[in-house]
């Protein structure tokens, strides 16, 4: 029989599970609790304190010393299935971070138990001693206001206190002790009365009596009555019914008060259509037998669905799930953004119902709760949601599918895991062997390399559905325009306004103007912790300056902090700028703005492509997100402001990136009965990626670009890892970022080029200085070799000097 238990505890740095011994009452299921299997969180004792952790493996025996007991189960049943921890220890292995970390993520926010260490006065008879000014400030703290946790008393007294803490600890003066704190999240339930006496003749015959004596008592009762017999206690408090009537009913048992969960759904009110009866087409049907095959098994295969924008990716995904779910099993469908969100919700729940669970970062801690618990035990089937999603809790999963494939979201920056969604999807799938689905108009060159390869499957859909046309994109130089819309778009809006057909603008760069710079001295007004422009919000009278890497926020000056001169430059045009030049030139045009700062508050997604879809508005002008996935059967004009927005950057992918963006948003237009126009405006006509977006030919791009990434030796033809060091002193962070780079190349190991080390592009952010080295090569064990001796040698990711080293495998921003 296991006798222990290997243990990760979350939230901690520490890198190896833990052994623990199991208790006797844990190696037995009961009528509530399963056996302790693994997966499931358990409270275990971590030092002087109390952490949850997770069960990862069991043993009979142990080579550990002074082995500490379980503290008790939290579950009844394993947070985390089976297939899915497997492959979150995959992900740790290969991302080169700490199981902690990747359970972490996997879970929902606030859910954990742990204890708190909390410090109060000691012994008032320890003997007296000369405190100084810090000591004497906790003593007089803790005298005012009682216990306090350490944070607490940072916060009154100042950082940097628990050295001090310590050695009033060993006076004597003080002391502390671990107290549980109770989770931020848990389930939400709500107060309900009802009514005891089921014989409504009782009810006849005793509301009178009651009402002469007691009318507010009749009064709730006869609200019950009504309501059928049970209402929340808000309900009756709306009506004047207070806590003391209804404690006087209970006490006669008349009443009675349960506790009923309450589910936190923000979709829960979507009004969805019934499904469209749609016919697939011979491409769309040929799809569906071959996946449909691997469903029935299930079997694990990746099927890569190259498909132009508008061929009906999204049937193939509905009815694969359909498929699943008549199996008995569940299915995880991820999309890139948030901003898809609630026309993918309302496309798969006008087929599903409330089958249908939503997970991503615009939910509250309690939202994702609950919709993670739906999935876990099983009242849920189907998760839509972006880059987590993929960790979704589903008990018998039976397939996977990857929407907009190519884009960067599904890749996690900071903090670690720094994983890539569609790539643990595919493991995922295999782990648990079943088919997962990637589809994109413009696939990544990997994925693409993949499926040419056989390792994927791959699907072409090269026509659109019905028939109907690809929009017909015209591509304008803008080295023979003035001003900010060239000719031809300015008359193409113009004309949609005429006819009522919506247009999409985009400008993929938000605030006012991205760039202030001084005409006097020439010097541009950038954040003091951050190497970049301050990018204005807001006209230039009124509008504020703000980093979009630190949140940094200061006013417009007048006058530049350099020289003096008030001949201070707004360069470059953000969406607020756009929209101000729409409201001068396009007066009778309605306009609704959809980038970052439009989408801030809750809900505004939805209600932004609501309103367009109803045609409350004309233009839908916006950043990136209006080009992902959108679709707008009114929308005959799609106009790019400025393609060559991303084309200059210091990074391999540049193009690629730009070929995706301008495929994906021309593909916004034509997709109803009408058909399309797009309008590119651009400086440079001549680039591949401009040309091949023209035609929205993917494999003609893909087949211009594989040659120069041979060449140079860049994905998809290796693989990468960035080594990013940082830290507040730029000779500290270059000394140890060359060190790090002459030990890799001292290693020697075959196949594997160092790279730098160089600063990054992206040289200081948020008061750190950064370097990075790049290590390639084409084989991953080699690579993998590499990075683990590279970490081992330089103390895991945290270094010496307050210089610390990120690692991030497979990464597609080099900035």
């Given at each position: 029989?296991?006798?222990?238990?290997?243990?990760?505890?979350?939230?901690?740095?520490?890198?190896?599970?833990?052994?623990?011994?199991?208790?006797?009452?844990?190696?037995?299921?009961?009528?509530?609790?399963?056996?302790?299997?693994?997966?499931?969180?358990?409270?275990?004792?971590?030092?002087?304190?109390?952490?949850?952790?997770?069960?990862?493996?069991?043993?009979?025996?142990?080579?550990?010393?002074?082995?500490?007991?379980?503290?008790?189960?939290?579950?009844?049943?394993?947070?985390?299935?089976?297939?899915?921890?497997?492959?979150?220890?995959?992900?740790?292995?290969?991302?080169?971070?700490?199981?902690?970390?990747?359970?972490?993520?996997?879970?929902?926010?606030?859910?954990?138990?742990?204890?708190?260490?909390?410090?109060?006065?000691?012994?008032?008879?320890?003997?007296?001693?000369?405190?100084?000014?810090?000591?004497?400030?906790?003593?007089?703290?803790?005298?005012?206001?009682?216990?306090?946790?350490?944070?607490?008393?940072?916060?009154?007294?100042?950082?940097?206190?628990?050295?001090?803490?310590?050695?009033?600890?060993?006076?004597?003066?003080?002391?502390?002790?671990?107290?549980?704190?109770?989770?931020?999240?848990?389930?939400?339930?709500?107060?309900?009365?009802?009514?005891?006496?089921?014989?409504?003749?009782?009810?006849?015959?005793?509301?009178?009596?009651?009402?002469?004596?007691?009318?507010?008592?009749?009064?709730?009762?006869?609200?019950?009555?009504?309501?059928?017999?049970?209402?929340?206690?808000?309900?009756?408090?709306?009506?004047?019914?207070?806590?003391?009537?209804?404690?006087?009913?209970?006490?006669?048992?008349?009443?009675?008060?349960?506790?009923?969960?309450?589910?936190?759904?923000?979709?829960?009110?979507?009004?969805?259509?019934?499904?469209?009866?749609?016919?697939?087409?011979?491409?769309?049907?040929?799809?569906?037998?071959?996946?449909?095959?691997?469903?029935?098994?299930?079997?694990?295969?990746?099927?890569?669905?190259?498909?132009?924008?508008?061929?009906?990716?999204?049937?193939?995904?509905?009815?694969?799930?359909?498929?699943?779910?008549?199996?008995?099993?569940?299915?995880?469908?991820?999309?890139?953004?948030?901003?898809?969100?609630?026309?993918?919700?309302?496309?798969?729940?006008?087929?599903?119902?409330?089958?249908?669970?939503?997970?991503?970062?615009?939910?509250?801690?309690?939202?994702?709760?609950?919709?993670?618990?739906?999935?876990?035990?099983?009242?849920?089937?189907?998760?839509?949601?972006?880059?987590?999603?993929?960790?979704?809790?589903?008990?018998?999963?039976?397939?996977?599918?990857?929407d907009e494939e190519h884009d960067g979201s599904y890749k996690q920056d900071n903090p670690a895991p720094r994983y890539n969604a569609k790539d643990v999807a595919v493991i995922r799938g295999q782990t648990e062997g079943v088919?997962?689905?990637?589809?994109?108009?413009?696939?990544?060159?990997?994925?693409?390399?993949?499926?040419?390869?056989?390792?994927?499957?791959?699907?072409?859909?090269?026509?659109?559905?019905?028939?109907?046309?690809?929009?017909?994109?015209?591509?304008?130089?803008?080295?023979?325009?003035?001003?900010?819309?060239?000719?031809?778009?300015?008359?193409?809006?113009?004309?949609?306004?005429?006819?009522?057909?919506?247009?999409?603008?985009?400008?993929?760069?938000?605030?006012?103007?991205?760039?202030?710079?001084?005409?006097?001295?020439?010097?541009?007004?950038?954040?003091?912790?951050?190497?970049?422009?301050?990018?204005?919000?807001?006209?230039?009278?009124?509008?504020?300056?703000?980093?979009?890497?630190?949140?940094?926020?200061?006013?417009?000056?007048?006058?530049?902090?350099?020289?003096?001169?008030?001949?201070?430059?707004?360069?470059?045009?953000?969406?607020?700028?756009?929209?101000?030049?729409?409201?001068?030139?396009?007066?009778?045009?309605?306009?609704?703005?959809?980038?970052?700062?439009?989408?801030?508050?809750?809900?505004?997604?939805?209600?932004?492509?609501?309103?367009?879809?109803?045609?409350?508005?004309?233009?839908?002008?916006?950043?990136?997100?209006?080009?992902?996935?959108?679709?707008?059967?009114?929308?005959?004009?799609?106009?790019?402001?400025?393609?060559?927005?991303?084309?200059?950057?210091?990074?391999?992918?540049?193009?690629?990136?730009?070929?995706?963006?301008?495929?994906?948003?021309?593909?916004?237009?034509g997709r109803g009965d009408r058909p399309g126009e797009v309008v590119v405006q651009t400086y440079n006509p001549e680039e591949d990626a401009i040309r091949f977006a023209k035609d929205h030919d993917f494999e003609a791009f893909?087949?211009?670009?594989?040659?120069?990434?041979?060449?140079?030796?860049?994905?998809?033809?290796?693989?990468?890892?960035?080594?990013?060091?940082?830290?507040?002193?730029?000779?500290?962070?270059?000394?140890?970022?060359?060190?790090?780079?002459?030990?890799?190349?001292?290693?020697?190991?075959?196949?594997?080029?160092?790279?730098?080390?160089?600063?990054?592009?992206?040289?200081?952010?948020?008061?750190?200085?950064?370097?990075?080295?790049?290590?390639?090569?084409?084989?991953?064990?080699?690579?993998?070799?590499?990075?683990?001796?590279?970490?081992?040698?330089?103390?895991?990711?945290?270094?010496?000097?307050?210089?610390?080293?990120?690692?991030?495998?497979?990464?597609?921003?080099?900035?």
């Amino acid at each position: 029989m296991n006798t222990y238990a290997d243990i990760v505890p979350l939230g901690t740095r520490i890198g190896e599970p833990m052994t623990y011994r199991i208790p006797e009452d844990l190696l037995l299921a009961t009528e509530k609790t399963a056996a302790l299997e693994r997966g499931t969180r358990v409270l275990v004792p971590l030092g002087p304190r109390w952490a949850t952790g997770v069960v990862v493996n069991f043993r009979d025996t142990t080579d550990v010393q002074n082995v500490r007991d379980i503290g008790f189960q939290m579950d009844p049943y394993p947070a985390l299935p089976d297939g899915l921890l497997r492959t979150c220890e995959w992900l740790a292995g290969y991302y080169q971070c700490t199981l902690s970390e990747v359970l972490g993520a996997a879970l929902p926010a606030g859910i954990h138990t742990q204890s708190e260490q909390r410090v109060s006065l000691g012994d008032p008879s320890a003997p007296p001693a000369v405190l100084n000014e810090k000591q004497q400030s906790i003593i007089d703290c803790l005298e005012a206001n009682g216990p306090l946790s350490v944070k607490q008393l940072e916060r009154r007294v100042g950082p940097r206190i628990r050295s001090v803490i310590h050695a009033l600890c060993r006076s004597g003066r003080l002391q502390t002790v671990q107290e549980m704190r109770r989770p931020r999240t848990t389930v939400k339930t709500e107060r309900y009365i009802q009514l005891v006496p089921e014989d409504p003749q009782w009810m006849e015959s005793q509301l009178p009596s009651i009402e002469r004596r007691a009318p507010r008592q009749a009064a709730c009762l006869s609200l019950l009555r009504d309501a059928g017999g049970t209402l929340p206690s808000s309900a009756l408090a709306e009506q004047g019914i207070d806590s003391s009537i209804v404690r006087r009913l209970v006490d006669r048992k008349i009443l009675k008060v349960t506790q009923r969960e309450i589910r936190r759904d923000p979709y829960v009110d979507e009004a969805d259509a019934g499904p469209e009866a749609v016919t697939p087409t011979t491409q769309q049907a040929e799809a569906l037998e071959i996946i449909l095959k691997d469903i029935a098994g299930p079997t694990y295969r990746t099927h890569l669905i190259s498909g132009v924008t508008g061929s009906g990716k999204t049937l193939i995904y509905i009815k694969a799930v359909k498929a699943t779910v008549a199996e008995g099993r569940g299915a995880i469908v991820l999309i890139p953004e948030i901003s898809l969100t609630p026309q993918t919700v309302g496309r798969f729940r006008s087929h599903f119902g409330d089958d249908v669970a939503v997970l991503h970062s615009g939910l509250s801690e309690g939202e994702r709760y609950d919709a993670w618990r739906d999935l876990r035990e099983g009242r849920k089937h189907i998760v839509v949601g972006a880059r987590s999603a993929i960790f979704a809790p589903t008990p018998n999963l039976g397939l996977i599918v990857i929407d907009e494939e190519h884009d960067g979201s599904y890749k996690q920056d900071n903090p670690a895991p720094r994983y890539n969604a569609k790539d643990v999807a595919v493991i995922r799938g295999q782990t648990e062997g079943v088919p997962v689905i990637l589809g994109s108009a413009t696939p990544s060159l990997e994925s693409f390399r993949n499926a040419k390869s056989g390792k994927f499957s791959l699907i072409r859909l090269t026509e659109r559905v019905d028939a109907r046309p690809m929009p017909q994109v015209l591509v304008v130089d803008m080295r023979h325009e003035s001003g900010l819309f060239s000719e031809a778009l300015h008359e193409r809006i113009l004309d949609r306004l005429e006819r009522r057909e919506g247009t999409i603008l985009l400008q993929n760069r938000r605030g006012y103007a991205p760039y202030i710079q001084c005409g006097g001295c020439g010097e541009s007004l950038q954040c003091h912790s951050c190497q970049v422009s301050l990018t204005l919000h807001g006209p230039s009278g009124r509008g504020r300056l703000i980093c979009h890497y630190c949140a940094h926020n200061q006013a417009m000056p007048r006058v530049c902090p350099a020289c003096g001169s008030g001949n201070l430059k707004m360069l470059g045009m953000g969406t607020q700028k756009v929209e101000e030049v729409i409201a001068r030139q396009i007066p009778d045009a309605r306009v609704l703005r959809m980038d970052v700062d439009a989408t801030a508050k809750k809900g505004s997604h939805a209600r932004i492509l609501g309103a367009f879809g109803k045609g409350e508005a004309d233009i839908l002008l916006g950043t990136q997100m209006v080009a992902k996935g959108l679709d707008f059967p009114r929308v005959t004009l799609v106009g790019v402001i400025s393609a060559d927005t991303g084309l200059n950057l210091p990074d391999f992918r540049a193009g690629e990136r730009t070929f995706q963006l301008l495929t994906q948003v021309s593909g916004r237009a034509g997709r109803g009965d009408r058909p399309g126009e797009v309008v590119v405006q651009t400086y440079n006509p001549e680039e591949d990626a401009i040309r091949f977006a023209k035609d929205h030919d993917f494999e003609a791009f893909a087949n211009a670009e594989d040659p120069a990434r041979k060449e140079t030796g860049f994905p998809p033809f290796s693989r990468l890892a960035l080594f990013l060091f940082k830290g507040p002193s730029e000779s500290d962070v270059a000394q140890r970022a060359n060190r790090c780079a002459d030990q890799l190349r001292s290693m020697g190991i075959r196949g594997v080029d160092i790279l730098g080390p160089v600063q990054a592009p992206l040289s200081r952010l948020q008061g750190r200085y950064r370097w990075h080295i790049i290590l390639r090569s084409e084989s991953y064990l080699a690579l993998n070799q590499s990075i683990r001796l590279g970490l081992d040698r330089f103390g895991g990711r945290a270094t010496r000097q307050s210089v610390t080293l990120d690692v991030d495998v497979d990464p597609i921003s080099m900035l």
